[in-house]
């Protein structure tokens, strides 16, 4: 896959998705379920534009997504935090 997406693109669905960004040299991303953050988390590094394959896969991969299509949708707004919760603890990733 040699696709592109708008780390905007990103940010905004991880906030709207029930992450908390907490900025620092780059921007960390924590997900929260029933307020507390989980060990799911990314980053997002200041000053780039677009994520690449290389990158886009090693989120997907932290983010706990078992394919780049289901991260993708995740992105795109097609799959919401519920079902992305639990997904999470289908897979045992989260109590």
Known sequence: MKRTVKTRAISAALLRKGFE???SHHTFYYLLVDGR??????IISHGVD????????RMRRQLRFPTME???NFVECNLGYD???RLL???GEIG
Do not use: M
């Open 89 to 91: 603890r289908e897979a």
């Open 83 to 85: 079902e992305y919760v």
């Open 70 to 72: 289901a991260f993708l």
């Open 50 to 57: 677009e994520y690449g394959p290389d990158l886009l896969s």
């Open 37 to 42: 953050p989980e060990k799911i988390h990314t």
């Open 21 to 23: 960004a907490r900025p």
